[in-house]
C-alpha cells in the first residue's frame, strides 16, 4: 500500500515537472547563451527620409525587445546598392533586410503589381485598410516561395509628374516627354499609356538623368521630388496623384530561417509596430517638402478632374492576367 502511495507522488511530481518544463520551454526566452547577431537592413533614401527613421524605429525595438541580442544595423543612402540590386541580395540573404517600393519588387513576385496600378485606392485611408487587412497578409505569403519574408509595411504617399520641359495639364501634353519611370514594367506600361516614353532606370541615376537631359521628367512623391534635388532641375511638377505604390520591409528568408521561430516573430512585430512612427513622420515631411518646393517658385499644376488620366490609363487594367484582375476587384471592395 505504501509502495504504490511512493509510486503515485513519484508520476505526479514528474508530471508536474514535465509541464513546468514545457511551459518554460514555450516561454522561452531565448537561452541564456544565445550568441548576439547582427544583421543588415538596406534602405535607398537619406538618414532623415520617413522611410530610413521607420527603418531605424524597427530596429531599436528588435534591439530593445531582445536586449541587445539582435542588431539590426540599418545601411541609408543606397550603401548597400540600388532598389533592385538589393532586392536580388536579399534573395540569396546576403542581405537580411530592406525596405523598398512595392514597384522593383513585383519584377520578382509579379502579384504585387495588384498593388502599383493608377488610381486604385480611393485614398490613403483605403490604400492601408487594404494593406493591413487580409490581402496584405495574402501578399505577405505570397512572398515566401520566391525567398522573402514580407513583414511590414510604410506610407509611400502619392507620386504625380514633373519635367524640365513644360506644363503638364492633360496627358497628352506629355506626349514624347522621356519618363523615367521604376524598374518595373507596369509602370512602363502606364507612361506608354499615357503617350510619353518610359525609360526605367534606378533612382540614384535619375538626378543626372535630368541634369544631362538623359530624361525629360519623372514621377514621385513630394519628399523624394525634394530630397532628392530633382525639383531643382525638373521645375514642372504636376499634382495628378497617378499612383501610391506602398513601401515594404522585406526579410531574407534565408536570414529569418537562422533564427528561432520566437525571434522571427519578434522582429515581424517589430517591424508591424514601427508603422504608426513611420506614417506620422510622412504626414510630417510630405508637407515640409511641399512648402520647400512652392518656396523656390516651382510650377505647380494641380490636376482636378482626373478623369482623363484614368480613361488613358484603363488599357493597363485591362491586360492584367487574371490574377491581378481578381485582386483589383476584391481591393475594391475593401472599405
Ligand atoms: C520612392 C521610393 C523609393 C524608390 C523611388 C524610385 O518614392 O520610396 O523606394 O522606389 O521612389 O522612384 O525609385
Known amino acids: 500500500m505504501k509502495a504504490r502511495k ?43 527620409y520617413p522611410t530610413t527613421l521607420g527603418d531605424i524605429r524597427f530596429a531599436d525595438l ?12 540599418v545601411y541609408p543612402a543606397s550603401q548597400l546598392g540600388q532598389e533592385k540590386a538589393v532586392i536580388e541580395q ?7 533586410f530592406t525596405r523598398v517600393s512595392v514597384s522593383p519588387l513585383a519584377a520578382f513576385v509579379p502579384v504585387f503589381n495588384a498593388l502599383q496600378l493608377p488610381y486604385l485606392y480611393r485614398s490613403e485611408e483605403h490604400m492601408w485598410n487594404v494593406l493591413l487587412g487580409p490581402i496584405g497578409k495574402e ?26 520641359k513644360r506644363v503638364v495639364s492633360k496627358p497628352s501634353d506629355l506626349a514624347g516627354l522621356k519618363i523615367r519611370v ?8 502606364m507612361v506608354q499609356g499615357l503617350g510619353a516614353v518610359a525609360t526605367p532606370m534606378a533612382y540614384g541615376e535619375v538626378y543626372s538623368g535630368l541634369q544631362t537631359g538623359v530624361i525629360d521628367g519623372a514621377e514621385n512623391n513630394w519628399p ?16 495628378d496623384g497617378h499612383t501610391r505604390v506602398p513601401e515594404i520591409i522585406i526579410a531574407s528568408k534565408i536570414s529569418m530561417s537562422r533564427l528561432s521561430e520566437a525571434d522571427q516573430a519578434l522582429i515581424k512585430q517589430a517591424a508591424l509596430d514601427a508603422i504608426p512612427y513611420q506614417r506620422q513622420l510622412w504626414a510630417e515631411r510630405e508637407k515640409a517638402s511641399e512648402a520647400k518646393v512652392r518656396a523656390a517658385g516651382n510650377t505647380i499644376t494641380v490636376i482636378t478632374d482626373k478623369a482623363p488620366w484614368q480613361a488613358a490609363m484603363k488599357g493597363l487594367y485591362d491586360k492584367q492576367p487574371t490574377s491581378i484582375q481578381y485582386l483589383i476587384k476584391r481591393i475594391g471592395e475593401v472599405k
Do not use: C
Open 182 to 189: 521604376q524598374e518595373s514594367e507596369l509602370m512602363v506600361g
Open 139 to 164: 501578399l505577405f505569403a505570397s512572398l515566401e516561395p520566391s525567398g522573402f519574408v514580407g513583414i511590414g509595411w510604410f506610407e509611400p504617399g502619392a507620386r504625380n509628374f514633373y519635367n524640365s
Open 90 to 96: 536579399v534573395q540569396f540573404g546576403a542581405i537580411d
Open 224 to 239: 523624394s521630388y525634394e530630397s532628392t534635388s530633382h525639383y531643382e532641375v525638373a521645375k514642372f511638377f504636376t499634382l
Open 6 to 48: 511512493v509510486v503515485i507522488a513519484i508520476m505526479v511530481l514528474l508530471a508536474a515537472a514535465s509541464m513546468a518544463y514545457a511551459n518554460g520551454q514555450k516561454e522561452a526566452a531565448p537561452a541564456a547563451d544565445a550568441k548576439p547577431v547582427v544583421l543588415r537592413l538596406a534602405e535607398t533614401h537619406p538618414a532623415d
Open 62 to 73: 528588435v534591439k530593445e525587445r531582445t536586449k541587445g541580442r539582435i542588431t539590426i544595423e
